[in-house]
């Protein structure tokens, strides 16, 4: 066997163990593949790139798991180590180590850290953006949107990263319910890359939340996908208090066949739920999450589903799947939304379900403006 068939096999153990949640048994064999490799000679790590590459990602990922146990100081520790030896990357993982710093609660510190990396490479525009989109993760609108801001107006930065930009300035805009102007920061990144215009439902969407129907119609418009069309031209209804058109749009949409569509099939799911055809949904949700396609909203759909049979213990280990992905992802979050909460409140009837959810949702002092996910 080859010595990198050995570090192969290793690096496949702790990569099966971090998936499956076993995270202490991923962090023992990804430090000992770390530990190897380290005391190799910079030459021969040169002069083996996929011993190299293989240490490279091996790290990566132990820092990542180190942070979903919070387990903080080891994780800033290897990315120190890192620097060391990739020394190409260093303003890379100084913005980790800066991330990590307000992730543990060391925010001034953490931001610093990412104004200075910022400052060291000021022609580069990812450096304004990490600094923009941290400061609007914590909230702090006017020192995020003036870091977006320089962002936008670097010379000669690509068109895609000045969109992803405007992107950020959109969720700020929208945070604070300046709307009109989140929409242009919208329009503004759909011009620069045309791409955005996957991200069209976070406009109609907000515009709906706001009770603007007439905007949000115009941008309903151009929507190309069925099911999500539907989907909201039956929750606009819905909230105009025309619930009869609510459930004509909704029944028309859970009568439709979910895979003639590559995207829309939880709008199709929750127009199911709302419609009561509850056992529909849950056969296609769980054969979507059954093939790895798991996000918030999917196991969130499933547990509404789930509380709608009224089994509590599998509605309650869905939104355990849910917490779990917010908890992993940045920022961290460790409750489901108010919004989320809101519709449970309005589908499902019994009190006793409801009450014993509720836990999983953010409670009733963070509705401002702590729902938004970027």
């Not at 449970?344 to 836990?359: H, I, S, T």
Request: aromatic share 8%.
């Amino acid at each position: 066997m080859r010595l990198s068939d050995s570090y192969q096999d290793l690096y496949a153990q702790a990569r099966t163990a971090r998936l499956a949640g076993r995270h202490e048994e991923a962090i023992t064999i990804y430090t000992r593949i770390i530990e190897r490799l380290s005391q190799l000679s910079p030459e021969t790590l040169q002069g083996r790139p996929d011993l190299e590459e293989l240490l490279h990602q091996a790290s990566q990922e132990l820092v990542e798991v180190l942070r979903w146990e919070r387990r903080y100081d080891q994780a800033i520790e290897l990315e120190g180590k890192l620097i060391a030896l990739f020394p190409q990357e260093e303003l890379v993982r100084q913005t980790e180590v800066a991330n990590l710093l307000i992730e543990r609660g060391q925010v001034e510190e953490g931001l610093s850290r990412l104004r200075e990396v910022a400052q060291a490479d000021a022609g580069n525009i990812w450096g304004w953006i990490t600094l923009g989109a941290q400061y609007l993760w914590l909230r702090r609108y006017e020192e995020a949107e003036a870091n977006l801001q320089r962002a936008v107006r670097l010379e000669g930065a690509a068109d895609g990263d000045v969109a992803f930009a405007y992107r950020y300035l959109f969720q700020s805009h929208k945070e604070q319910d300046r709307y009109e102007e989140a929409a242009a920061a919208w329009e503004t990144a759909r011009r620069l890359d045309p791409e955005t215009e996957a991200t069209l439902p976070e406009v109609y969407r907000m515009f709906i939340e706001a009770g603007d129907h007439r905007q949000a119609h115009s941008y309903l418009r151009r929507e190309q996908n069925r099911l999500r069309y539907l989907f909201h031209l039956g929750l606009m209804d819905h909230q105009q208090g025309d619930e009869y058109a609510a459930q004509r749009q909704w029944r028309r949409l859970a009568d439709m066949t979910p895979d003639n569509y590559e995207e829309g099939h939880d709008d199709w799911a929750e127009a199911s739920l709302r419609v009561g055809l509850v056992q529909q949904a849950i056969n296609e949700l769980a054969r979507r999450i059954n093939q790895g396609e798991i996000t918030v909203r999917r196991m969130t759909l499933l547990g509404l589903a789930w509380a709608l049979a009224d089994d509590v213990q599998k509605a309650q280990a869905a939104l355990n799947g849910a917490v779990m992905i917010l908890d992993h992802s940045r920022p961290r979050r460790s409750k489901l939304s108010r919004k989320d909460w809101r519709l449970f409140e309005e589908v499902v009837r019994d009190g006793e379900v409801l009450k014993a959810l509720e836990g999983y949702f953010m409670p009733p002092i963070f509705i401002a403006r702590s729902d938004s996910e970027i």
